[in-house]
C-alpha cells in the first residue's frame, strides 16, 4: 500500500474498498495473530534483560549469548543489530547497558550483512545533516567499537578521511612525531579495511602523507620512522589497488617526496615500499614500472626522466 497507493508517493494508482478489505484481512491474519517465533522470543528476552541488568555481563553469560547469536536468522540478527544500536545511541541509556552492548555488539555487527550496516552508517549520517550531536558522537562510538567505520556514507567517510590526512601531515612534521602519528594512523584503518573503503577524491592526498610517513625523515634514530606507525603504515599500502599503486609512483616525483629519496635511509625504506607494492600489483605495466625503480633505488628520484620508465607508466601517470 505504501509503497504504490499511498500519497506520498507520486502515482495514478486507486485503491478499491474490497482490495483494501483484503489487505486488512491479510494484516490481522500474518500480522496481528501471528504467534512470535522462538528466536523473536528470545531476542525481545535478551533486550528487556540488557535494559533491566544493572552490572557488566561476566565472561560466562557473555559465552552463553554469543552462542545463541550464531544460530539466529538474518532477519532476526539484524533487527536484534538495529535494536542495540537504536538504545546505544539513546540519550535515556546508562552507563552500564552501553558497556554490555559494546560486548555483544560486534558478533551480531560481524554476522550481520552490509545492507543493514550501510543503513546504520545512512543514520549516523542523519544525525550529521539534522544537528543531532549527542547521538552523532554514540554513533561513531558505536561504529568504532564495532570496527565499521568504512559503512559511514561517502561524503562523511571523505571529509573524515581528508582531515585524518591532514592531522597526519601536522602530526609527521611536529614535535614527537614518533608517538603522535600511531594514534591518527589508527583511525584512518577504521575506515579503510579494502581498496574500496578509500574515496577517489581523497586517495592521492591520503598515498602522499602516508608515504611521507613511510619513508621517514632519513635520521638515525628508528631509522626516522615512528616505530608504531610502520606496520599500519605498510597495513595501509597493501590495501591500494592498482590506482592507488600508481598514485603511489607518481607520488615518488612530487617534490616534497623526491627530495626525501636523496636520502640513504629513506632509500632503504623506498625499497621496502616497492617490494610491498610488487607483491600486490597487477598490471604488468605497472609491475616492471616498480622493477626499474627496485633495480636501482639509489638513482630512483631521478628515473622520471628516463623514456623508458615515461612510457610505462604514460597510462597511469601524465607527465609534463
Not at 547497558?97 to 560486534?106: D, G, T, V, Y
Not at 592526498?205 to 625523515?217: D, F, P
Not at 625499497?271 to 610488487?278: F, G, I, P, S
Request: glycine share 6%.
Amino acid at each position: 500500500m505504501r509503497n504504490e497507493v499511498a500519497a506520498s508517493h507520486p502515482n495514478v494508482e486507486s485503491i478499491g474498498g474490497f482490495e483494501l478489505l483484503g489487505w486488512l484481512q491479510t494484516c490481522i491474519k500474518d500480522v496481528l495473530q501471528d504467534r512470535p517465533s522462538d528466536s523473536a522470543i528470545k531476542i525481545r528476552a535478551l533486550v528487556d534483560n540488557l535494559k533491566a541488568k544493572t552490572d557488566v555481563i561476566d565472561d560466562l553469560t557473555l559465552g552463553r549469548v554469543t552462542t545463541e547469536l550464531k544460530y539466529l536468522s538474518l532477519s532476526h540478527l539484524h533487527n536484534l543489530l538495529i535494536t542495540i544500536f537504536g538504545i546505544f545511541v539513546s540519550a535515556s541509556s546508562e552507563q552500564v547497558l552501553r558497556k554490555n552492548i559494546s560486548q555483544i555488539a560486534p558478533l551480531v555487527w560481524e554476522c550481520a550483512s552490509d545492507q543493514v550496516k550501510y543503513k546504520i552508517g545512512a543514520q549516523i549520517d542523519g544525525y550529521r545533516t539534522n544537528l543531532h550531536d549527542e547521538k552523532l558522537e554514540k554513533g561513531i562510538e558505536f561504529l568504532s567499537i564495532v570496527g565499521g567505520r568504512m559503512y559511514e556514507s561517502l561524503p562523511a567517510r571523505s571529509m573524515a578521511l581528508e582531515s585524518l590526512a591532514d592531522q597526519l601531515k601536522d602530526k609527521h612534521e611536529g614535535r614527537d612525531n614518533y608517538y603522535n602519528e600511531p594514534a591518527v594512523m589508527k583511525e584512518i584503518l577504521q575506515y579503510c579495511k579494502s581498496s574500496t573503503d578509500i574515496p577517489k577524491e581523497v586517495l592521492p592526498s591520503l598515498v602522499t602523507t602516508i608515504l611521507r610517513c613511510r619513508l621517514g625523515r632519513g635520521l638515525s634514530y628508528q631509522s626516522g620512522v615512528s616505530p608504531g606507525g610502520r606496520p599500519m603504515y605498510d597495513q595501509f599500502l597493501k590495501l591500494l589497488d592498482d590506482d592507488g599503486i600508481a598514485s603511489c609512483i607518481a607520488n615518488l616525483f612530487s617534490p616534497e617526496i623526491n627530495s626525501k629519496l636523496q636520502n640513504r635511509i629513506c632509500q632503504m625504506h623506498l625499497k621496502a615500499v616497492l617490494e610491498n607494492l610488487k607483491s600486490i600489483v597487477i598490471s604488468e605495466r605497472l609491475r616492471d614500472s616498480i622493477d626499474i625503480l627496485l633495480r636501482d633505488v639509489p638513482n630512483a628520484s631521478v628515473a622520471s626522466k628516463k623514456k623508458e620508465f615515461r612510457e610505462l607508466t604514460a597510462p597511469f601517470i601524465k607527465w609534463r
